[in-house]
């Protein structure tokens, strides 16, 4: 009788033990949920259109891309100190800043670095130029963050959409304005006589030289295209 009350006991310690370990996990999901989006006070780092997102490429994709014109200004989205500003052979031209709240920016594939290590910066500070410098299809910012630290295989990045506000490919975003889906509704024209095109499938440089009233030449270089190869999903700037 003893040894069928202690087995009923441990049976229903085990039990309890289960369901606490699902009213856990429950917990953990939903605060997950709600800190999806972080409220950092964040602007957008560049204008432009977000020409791919987070988790992309098998998920090695850990940043944002902000497609725009070459040369156009790229701004902190933060306060924070300047950790890093280096050229790199696959971020290009790179600026890393730290900032208090312990979250890392990255903004790379510039055309100019403004700002040298150890310089203190302001939210909305501009500290360089879009480019296409290292591996790069075409203009635009890759733009990261990451929690604590930049590590090599890059384990902390989180998705900048998650401090910046949701914005899908395609969609306009304007820099040094904070996201609210108003913000992005209404910057929809930022780039006045530059617009921007998105290769669709079968197209050519001359195909959309044509469509743009543009010579080849122009196109290339004020994309700065090293060839004549272009590819669908890829955004190009067609100056008006
Ligand atoms: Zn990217």
Redesign the pocket.
């Known amino acids: 009788m003893r040894d069928y009350i202690r087995r009923l006991l441990i049976a229903a310690i085990m039990a309890l033990c289960v369901s606490l370990l699902f009213l856990g996990g429950k917990q953990t999901e939903a605060s997950m949920q709600e800190s999806r989006e972080i409220k950092a006070g964040w602007i957008w780092p560049a204008d432009g259109v977000i020409s791919?997102t987070y988790g992309t490429r098998h998920g090695t994709?850990k940043?944002?891309?902000i497609a725009g014109g070459l040369n156009s200004p790229i701004v902190a989205a933060a306060d924070g100190m300047v950790g890093k500003s280096y050229y790199s052979n696959t971020y290009g031209n790179v600026i890393f800043i730290k900032h208090p709240n312990n979250y890392v920016t990255v903004y790379?594939h510039l055309n100019n670095r403004h700002v040298h290590e150890g310089q203190e910066v302001k939210q909305g500070d501009r500290i360089g130029t879009m480019g296409r410098t290292g591996e790069s299809t075409g203009v635009?910012l890759?733009f990261e963050s990451h929690q604590i630290e930049w590590t090599y295989d890059k384990k902390n990045a989180i998705d900048p959409e998650r401090l910046l506000g949701n914005a899908g490919v395609g969609a306009a975003v304007k820099g040094g304005m904070a996201s609210t889906n108003e913000s992005l509704a209404a910057s929809t024209n930022v780039n006045g006589d530059k617009a921007q095109y998105i290769v669709q499938a079968g197209d050519t440089l001359t195909s959309i030289a044509k469509k743009s009233n543009l010579t080849v030449e122009k196109l290339k270089e004020v994309n700065q295209l090293k060839s004549d190869l272009i590819m669908p999903e890829q955004v190009l700037v067609i100056h008006k």
């Open positions: 791919d994709h940043g944002i891309d790379a635009h890759h």
